[in-house]
Nanobody, 128 residues
Framework: QVQLVESGGGLVQPGSSLRLSCAVSGITWDYSAIGWFRQAPGKEREGVAC????????KYPDSMKGRFNIFKANGNKTVHLQINGLGPGDTALYTC?????????????????????WGKGTQVTVAS
């Protein structure tokens, strides 16, 4: 069973940076890619970044490129999402997800399709 626990959210001022963490428990081959998603009140969930199981593939939606960086640490047991230049539009619940083990080791997607395991999320609020 794969479990994901997010941390690192909070109330931050516009222009600041934040590093979110996704702690992944479970055997490496029980899941594929790790993706980060966010959902603001009244809006649909959107993908912000993903990294493949073998770390060779990283993807970001065009609107996220340049400010978001996803990377692994702690022997691949933690996946970080670095967000720079935060603005009020980044206020949302940020959730990480693990892809099904049926996916290839270089699979990665910022769509919710293919993700089998989800964390509960960490809230990011950007306000002055």
């Amino acid at each position: 069973q794969v479990q994901l626990v997010e941390s690192g959210g909070g109330l931050v001022q516009p222009g600041s940076s934040l590093r979110l963490s996704c702690a992944v428990s479970g055997i490496t081959w029980d899941y594929s890619a790790i993706g980060w998603f966010r959902q603001a009140p009244g809006k649909e969930r959107e993908g912000v970044a993903c990294i493949s199981n073998n770390s060779r593939v990283r993807k970001y939606p065009d609107s996220m490129k340049g400010r978001f960086n996803i990377f692994k640490a702690n022997g691949n047991k933690t996946v970080h999402l670095q967000i720079n230049g935060l603005g009020p539009g980044d206020t949302a619940l940020y959730t990480c997800a693990a892809g099904s083990a049926l996916r290839a080791s270089d699979w990665c997607s910022t769509s919710t399709d293919g993700y089998a395991y989800w964390g509960k999320g960490t809230q990011v609020t950007v306000a002055s």
